[in-house]
Nanobody
Framework: QVQLVESGGGLVQAGGSLRLSCAAS????????MGWFRQAPGKEREFVAV????????NYVDSVKGRFTISRDNAKNTVNLQMNSLKPEDTAVYYC????????????????????WGQGTQVTVSS
């Protein structure tokens, strides 16, 4: 059974930093692109960042470019999201997703692209 478990969320003041982690029980982790999405109350789940199978390629939503960095460790089956200069509008539940991919690509921007999801971790940024 595939499990994705997010951790690292919490309450932080505006301008602060958090590092989210996602541990995956995927036997073929290195064959999956990994993405981070977020969902604020009353809104749809939106794309935040994605990283290709090898980590060579990444993609970000414009609102987080220059502030967030996605990375992965295929030896440990983990993907991370370093979030700096956090803003109140970053407040949301953050979800990790896994997408089986035959290509080393980072163009999976839709939640419908993903095969597996974690349960999410809450990030709250106070002003």
């Amino acid at each position: 059974q595939v499990q994705l478990v997010e951790s690292g969320g919490g309450l932080v003041q505006a301008g602060g930093s958090l590092r989210l982690s996602c541990a995956a029980s995927l036997r073929t982790f290195s064959s999956h692109a990994m993405g981070w999405f977020r969902q604020a109350p009353g809104k749809e789940r939106e794309f935040v960042a994605v990283i290709s199978r090898t980590g060579t390629y990444t993609n970000y939503v414009d609102s987080v470019k220059g502030r967030f960095t996605i990375s992965r460790d295929n030896a440990k089956n983990t993907v991370n999201l370093q979030m700096n200069s956090l803003k109140p509008e970053d407040t949301a539940v953050y979800y990790c997703g896994a997408k089986f991919s035959t290509r080393d690509a980072a163009y999976y921007l839709s939640r419908r692209d993903y095969d597996y999801w974690g349960q999410g971790t809450q990030v709250t940024v106070s002003s």
